[in-house]
């Protein structure tokens, strides 16, 4: 496994926002920016610099349908959606 630093994780969290995005917009999907990464869109018009993450929130039935139609209708092998809808007995922590 190779070794990547911040700036190319950052770029690589672009490019699947990006993919959210387009998935969102093609199945009539809302969702919003929250967090760090709403706050660095507004402030710095990119990432706040020391944040390392997207933060999202999409309503309840949005989640739903997403989650339901993301791995089905996927147009990038290289990203696959994860929840306990595919794993009943996916491990959540909680904190």
């Not at 809302?30 to 402030?43: F, K």
């Not at 710095?44 to 039935?61: A, L």
Request: aromatic share 14%; hydrophobic share 35%.
């Amino acid at each position: 496994m190779k070794k990547i630093g911040l700036e190319e994780q950052k770029q690589m969290m672009l490019e699947m926002l990006a993919d959210f995005d387009g998935f969102c917009r093609d199945h009539n999907l809302t969702y919003y920016l929250t967090g760090g990464t709403l706050l660095g869109a507004v402030r710095h018009h990119g990432y706040i610099p020391w944040d390392d993450d997207i933060d999202v929130g999409m309503p309840r039935s949005d989640y739903e349908k997403f989650a339901v139609l993301y791995n089905k209708d996927r147009k990038n092998p290289d990203y696959e959606f994860v929840s306990y809808h595919q794993i009943p007995d996916l491990y959540l922590s909680s904190g």
